[in-house]
């Protein structure tokens, strides 16, 4: 990708905003051309094996005249594949004559981390790229540092609306939900919870922002439509929880209108709304050993009941660990693996709300 004029590796000189560095990562694509096309992004990527070799991350683009601007993103972790599943069998199906308006779709966003069905890309330098973690990114960072400033500086721009959708990976489980976070925009607010409405979840989850180097922070600070998913987990596709994402996709780019008046959708099943706030929702291993839970997913619980206990291998004589509910809520999530290490989600909570 060339430099552009006036700037010291691909920055503006004197600048230390990484926003307004230039990517160096460079697509086979034209986001500006109608028709589809699909190709790669190119990752700059030297290594012993490849001095001048890139790696590649597929996209897809579909426009067709006027309309609503859709990025729709999967693999942001690299083992959660329900959602890499409905956008590979979404990209199969669209067409130009399909929608109004352009789609872009990011199948496999931090594609070292999809190549290893691992949560964190293991080309970065500590083995550890959370894509998810990463945002605004640095254009002359690791690559998935880089992946994430790509997101930011040359695809939000084309975006009004992102759909990312995420499940639990190899060590979490939910009950399938979609969500969102809610700002200080009535109107914006009103439009991201109707999506989670139509997509039609078992759960919607009206949440806020937990961490802002996450895509939902980016996206909200940026004043982006976006809604998210959690479509199961346990590192498995459970083929019901599929068919519930794939109705809820199309129920959401319908209703963003990206989908024409005559295309049929299955009406959108009742969506129970919950929030998840602070820390009191989550439950944590207070040491390292086996976890032994008390409760399942969906379990309504009260505050100070046992979760669940860490028992000792090592030290089998020893009196598990108890830990505790610090609140009410609904079991929304729970740990999938039974080892643990001190530190590690083993539940987290939800409680209800109006939106």
């Known amino acids: 990708m060339a430099v552009a004029a006036g700037t010291e590796d691909g920055c503006h000189k004197g600048d230390t905003v990484m926003d307004e560095c230039k990517s160096r990562i460079s697509s086979e694509i034209d986001f500006e051309k109608a028709g ?6 190119r990752l700059p990527h030297s290594v012993h094996r490849s001095a001048y070799g890139w790696l590649p991350i597929p996209i897809v683009c579909i426009s067709n005249g006027d309309g609503p601007n859709v990025l729709l993103v999967s693999g942001n972790h690299g083992d959660e594949y329900e959602g890499q599943v409905i956008l590979m069998n979404l990209i199969r199906e669209l067409e130009p ?8 779709i990011l199948p496999a966003a931090n594609a ?60 979490l489980m939910y009950i399938p939900s979609a969500e969102t976070k809610l700002g200080d925009d ?39 439509k976006f809604v998210g998913t959690e479509l199961g987990g346990g590192g498995t596709v459970s083929t019901e929880i599929l068919a519930m994402g794939e109705k809820g996709v199309r129920r959401c780019l319908k209703l963003i209108g990206t989908l024409p008046e005559g295309y049929a959708v299955e009406e959108a099943p009742e969506t129970r709304l919950v929030y998840v706030g602070g820390e009191d929702y ?9 976890f032994e839970p008390y409760v399942k997913l969906g379990t309504e619980v009260e505050k100070d009941q046992p979760a669940g206990a860490v028992h000792f291998p090592e030290t089998p004589w020893r009196e598990p660990s108890v830990t505790h509910f610090k609140r009410t809520g609904l079991v929304l999530c729970e740990r999938t693996g039974g080892r643990v290490e001190r530190g590690d989600c083993v539940f987290h909570l939800a409680t209800d709300t109006e939106g």
Request: charged share 20%; proline share 6%; hydrophobic share 40%.
């Open 36 to 41: 589809k096309q699909t190709g790669f992004l």
């Open 186 to 224: 009535v109107k914006m607010n009103a439009e991201a919870i109707a999506l989670v409405k139509a997509f039609g979840l078992p759960i919607g989850n009206i949440g806020e922002v937990l961490d802002d180097r996450t895509f939902a922070g980016t996206a909200k600070r940026l004043g982006i």
């Open 112 to 171: 070292p981390a999809v190549r290893a069905g691992r949560r964190t890309s293991p080309v970065d330098f500590d083995g550890e790229g959370n894509l998810n973690r990463a945002f605004p990114g640095d254009a002359n960072g690791t690559p998935t540092l880089m992946i994430a400033h790509y997101i930011v500086s040359e695809l939000l721009p084309h975006a009004d609306y992102v759909l990312d959708l995420h499940s639990g990976g190899s060590s």
């Open 282 to 290: 989550f439950v944590y291993a207070p040491e390292n050993g086996v």
């Open 97 to 104: 004559k399909h929608i109004r308006g352009r789609v872009i």
